[in-house]
C-alpha cells in the first residue's frame, strides 16, 4: 500500500451510480499521474458531471471506489477533500460574501495559513482584481467561473476536478486559465478535465477518458485513440475519434471496437 504522500492522486475502481430508474455510472476505472491533465469527453447524459462529482465527495458512492492521494473520499473524507479542489460547471458563490472574502473562506476551510499573496497573485490571472470586493450575487456568468478557479488553485490542491471550466470565459480569460491548466499540471498537480471543447482537451491532456452512456469506452493517448479508432489516418482530429469512439461514425473496416489499448 502506498503512504498517502507518494499514494497517485487519483484512483477510480469499479464506479457506478444510478438515480431513480436512470443508470448513470457504470463499473468506471481509471487513474491519474501526479502532473498529468486525462480529459473527460463524453455526449451530453454520458455520465461526465456524475463521474466528478462522485470523485468531489459530492455525491455519495453507490458502487466502486475513490481514492484521492490514497483516501478513500466515504472512509476518510476529510482527508480526501483537503487532497482536492473542483471547479463545478455553474458555480453559485455565496450571495453576501466578497470575491476576496470568498478567498478568505476556501483559506478557512483546508486550513491554510500565508495564503494571501498567493490570493493577491491569483486575483490577478483571473482578472478578478476590480471585483475584489464584489459580492457573489453580483458577478457575471464567466466572473463566478473565474472566482471558482482562483478559489479552486488557492489551496495548490494534488488533484484538480474541472467540469467545463472555459464555458463562461471571454477570449482573454480562456487564454489565461489554458495558461492556468498546464502551469498547475507542471507544478504536480493531476488534472480531470471534462469538456466538450475537444480542441482544448486536444491541446491540454495527455490521456483521455471517452464515457459513452456510462461506461469507459477508451482510455489512452490520442495518438493511440488514432490507432484503435482510426488505424490508416495518422492526423485524425480527436472530433473524429470522439465520434467514431461514441457511435456517432463507424471505425474503419475491420479496425479494432474501441478499448483501453
Ligand atoms: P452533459 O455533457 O450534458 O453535462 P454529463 O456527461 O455530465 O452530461 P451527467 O450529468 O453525469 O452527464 O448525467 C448522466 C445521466 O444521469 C444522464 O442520463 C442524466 O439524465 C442522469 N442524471 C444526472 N443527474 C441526475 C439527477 N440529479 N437525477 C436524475 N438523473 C440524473
Given amino acids: 500500500m502506498y503512504s498517502a504522500a507518494d499514494a497517485p492522486p487519483l484512483v477510480v475502481e469499479d464506479l457506478g451510480r444510478s438515480y431513480d430508474q436512470t443508470r ?28 466528478l462529482r462522485s470523485i468531489a465527495g459530492i455525491l455519495p458512492i453507490q458502487e466502486g471506489r475513490v481514492l484521492v492521494c490514497g483516501h478513500d473520499v466515504t472512509r476518510d473524507e476529510v482527508a480526501a477533500k483537503r487532497g482536492l479542489a473542483w471547479v463545478p460547471d455553474d458555480p453559485q ?7 476576496e472574502e470568498h478567498l478568505e473562506f476556501t483559506a478557512a476551510l483546508y486550513g491554510m495559513r500565508d495564503w494571501r499573496a498567493r490570493a ?11 471585483k475584489r470586493k464584489a459580492l457573489g450575487g453580483e458577478l457575471s456568468r464567466g466572473m463566478r467561473q473565474k472566482l471558482a478557479c482562483a478559489q479552486a488553485w488557492l489551496p495548490s490542491p494534488r488533484l484538480m476536478l474541472l467540469d467545463e471550466p472555459l464555458s463562461g470565459l471571454d477570449p482573454r480569460g480562456i487564454r489565461s486559465a489554458r495558461e492556468a491548466i498546464r502551469t498547475l499540471a ?19 491532456a495527455e490521456r483521455i477518458l471517452i464515457l459513452d452512456r456510462g461506461k469507459r469506452v477508451f482510455l489512452g ?13 495518422a492526423g485524425t482530429s480527436l472530433e473524429q475519434v470522439f465520434l467514431a469512439a461514441t457511435g456517432a461514425l463507424e471505425p474503419e473496416a475491420g479496425g479494432p471496437r474501441p478499448s483501453e489499448p
Avoid: C, M, W, Y
Avoid at 458563490?93 to 470575491?99: A, G, I, K, Q, Y
Fill in 186 to 204: 507542471e507544478g504536480g498537480t493531476a488534472v480531470l478535465l471534462s469538456s466538450h471543447q475537444l480542441e482544448l482537451i486536444e491541446a491540454l
Fill in 221 to 233: 493517448t490520442l495518438d493511440e485513440a488514432r490507432a484503435t479508432l482510426s488505424p490508416s489516418s
Fill in 120 to 130: 493577491e497573485e491569483l486575483l490577478v490571472r483571473f482578472e478578478l482584481v476590480e
Fill in 93 to 99: 458563490p455565496f450571495d453576501s460574501l466578497t470575491v
Fill in 24 to 51: 448513470a455510472l457504470t463499473g468506471l476505472s481509471f487513474a491519474v499521474r501526479a502532473g498529468e491533465i486525462v480529459g473527460l469527453v463524453g455526449l451530453n447524459g454520458a455520465g461526465k458531471t456524475t463521474a
